[in-house]
């Protein structure tokens, strides 16, 4: 199916130019790069693969270990390149196959790994296989790939149950069959444009693990599963009996997320990973009603790591920070797995914006709330995430304070959710705006050619090469952090933290001879000054063996003599 050639497999010893270090993934910083919105090296004012590439040194000089690329492959772009048309072709927008070899051979020269996408829930409707069970009608061998079924009602004309999407409406399409008449019935989870695949079919299973072994053979350093919970779905697809079904998103099971059927899937995949040498690894996207649901996707022969979304929606408040920090490690301690942090994505507001606002509005907000406020505390927030054991995950942009863009014009909006009118708010096109390198030019150094979203004015003055080298700039701080964490030989890997008594609002904990504090009060307090100040988010001062500590200010210090 795919027009394009790969590259000559990945030798061992390309893979093995990456700087070695067992067991990598423990306390990896792993950078999310969102393709169309990083850097376009062709001036159609469209992200690409090669602008990738020519940026991979500023993510070696940050201090990050591994990139992750969301999707570039072949797709109709319904839903950002997650409705993908061919796995094994790069789509033309950003660029080919050879880019992509050229982009992870660079990568390892320069020390860093590559994690790409996966999209095993759904394909595209023009996947070839979904393309041919529409053309060859009721009964074709291709509909059973899919979830294809009759209609309830009289004439067939209801979906089959009551599921809802994700993205708002039924979860099922009715098809208009070879002969021009209504027909039956597809699933979709997500946008009509991606039907859902049946993994009850011994096809699809076969289908996905050539595709791991067709990327790993490239060279790619793992994979990040999208929507990991949803590839197994209840028997017989029994009706909810909910007509909100979005509110129960991440509070119990559902019969199509989270079923325990996906477990048998990710054992495969896995033993097919411990083939290849170079401590590849799995990232689910798992949304599970809770933490501990969560590790069982991360047992010793399943996945590596798996997204903390309950870290990420967590608010800007001690009490409910410290909550979520003992259940993440205390349910990760059992199944051996590294605790992930997360603070922004491309599906949520990025926590700039989400912190300059009250509490209770979820992750898609759609104010920009106290600016200030909000960039205070994402600093705060960014060092509290980097102090604690395990994996963090920083979402492009984040190293530099930017905000959502909250008010773009409708006409520019291109969310598919957003054109849907229920579901999800339709709001994610705020955290993917490309992003500035420069203080001028059409698109702040982005490209040649503009940008396929607006950029605000204000971004110049938010731009990599406005930051660089300023004291105090976020871009600093970050660096800065990564630097610190790297040498510290306390930080990074680990399954506990020791807390420290405290002031109400104030998070204090040790790792060793390593102490963090995180004030997230609207005042300042005081506190021991417990060593040598290693950094701080904020304006700190000592004295008389006391620290004063400011609002929304996390400090770091060494206890060593």
């Not at 070879?178 to 859902?196: I, V």
Request: aromatic letters at 10%; glycine letters at 10%; charged letters at 25%.
């Amino acid at each position: 199916m795919s027009q394009q050639h790969p590259a000559a497999p990945a030798t061992d010893s390309a893979v093995a130019t990456v700087a070695s270090h067992r067991d990598w993934w423990r306390d990896a910083v792993i950078y999310q790069v969102y393709p169309r919105s990083f850097a376009d090296s062709n001036g159609d004012g469209m992200g690409d693969l090669e602008g990738v590439r020519s940026r991979l040194p500023y993510l070696r000089d940050l201090g990050v270990d591994a990139v992750w690329l969301s999707p570039f492959y072949a797709s109709p772009q319904a839903d950002a390149g997650y409705d993908v048309a061919d796995y094994r072709a790069v789509d033309p927008m950003f660029g080919n196959l050879l880019d992509a070899d050229a982009l992870i051979r660079d990568a390892h020269q320069l020390g860093l790994r590559i994690i790409v996408d996966l999209v095993p829930n759904h394909s595209s409707d023009q996947h070839e296989w979904f393309k041919r069970a529409l053309a060859e009608g009721p009964g074709s061998p291709l509909r059973e790939r899919y979830h294809f079924r009759p209609g309830k009602g009289k004439k067939g004309e209801l979906p089959p149950n009551d599921w809802e999407s994700i993205f708002g409406g039924p979860a099922w399409t009715r098809v208009t069959e070879p002969d021009g008449r209504p027909g039956e019935w597809y699933l979709h989870l997500f946008a009509p444009e991606q039907p859902d695949f049946n993994w009850d079919h011994p096809a699809v299973g076969d289908e996905f693990r050539s595709i791991l072994r067709f990327w790993l053979d490239i060279g790619v350093d793992g994979f990040r599963i999208d929507v990991a919970h949803g590839l197994v779905k209840a028997d017989g697809l029994p009706d909810l009996g909910s007509h909100d079904q979005l509110k129960l998103l991440g509070n119990d099971v559902m019969p199509f997320f989270d079923q325990d059927g996906v477990h048998a899937i990710y054992r495969q995949w896995r033993r097919i990973l411990d083939e290849y040498s170079g401590e590849r690894i799995f990232v689910a996207e798992a949304w599970t009603p809770t933490v501990e649901r969560t590790a069982h996707y991360v047992r010793p022969d399943e996945l590596h790591q798996a997204f903390n979304f309950q870290y990420l929606s967590t608010e800007w408040d001690a009490d409910e920070l410290r909550t979520v920090i003992d259940r993440t490690l205390e349910a990760m301690r059992p199944v051996g797995a590294p605790a992930t942090w997360v603070l922004s994505n491309h599906d949520v507001t990025r926590h700039a914006t989400r912190f300059a606002n009250p509490p209770g509005l979820g992750t898609q907000i759609r104010t920009a709330g106290d600016r200030a406020l909000g960039l205070r505390r994402a600093r705060a927030a960014t060092l509290l995430m980097l102090a604690l054991p395990g994996s963090a995950y920083i979402y492009q942009g984040e190293e530099l304070g930017l905000p959502d863009v909250v008010d773009l014009p409708d006409e520019v909006r291109q969310d598919p959710a957003y054109f849907r009118g229920a579901g999800q708010d339709g709001f994610r096109d705020g955290c993917r705006v490309p992003i500035p390198w420069t203080r001028t030019g059409s698109s702040y150094g982005f490209g040649s050619g503009g940008s396929w979203l607006p950029q605000p004015s204000a971004w110049a003055e938010l731009s990599v090469e406005a930051q660089t080298g300023a004291p105090g700039s976020t871009l600093e701080l970050y660096r800065a952090a990564l630097s610190v964490r790297r040498s510290q030989p306390d930080l990074g890997a680990g399954d506990a933290v020791e807390w420290l008594r405290a002031p109400g609002g104030v998070l204090a904990f040790r790792r060793g001879e390593f102490v963090c504090v995180a004030n997230t009060t609207g005042e300042s307090v005081t506190t021991p000054a417990y060593g040598r100040v290693l950094l701080t988010s904020g304006e700190v001062t000592e004295a008389d063996g006391e620290a004063k500590v400011p609002a929304d200010t996390t400090v770091w210090w060494s206890t060593a003599g």
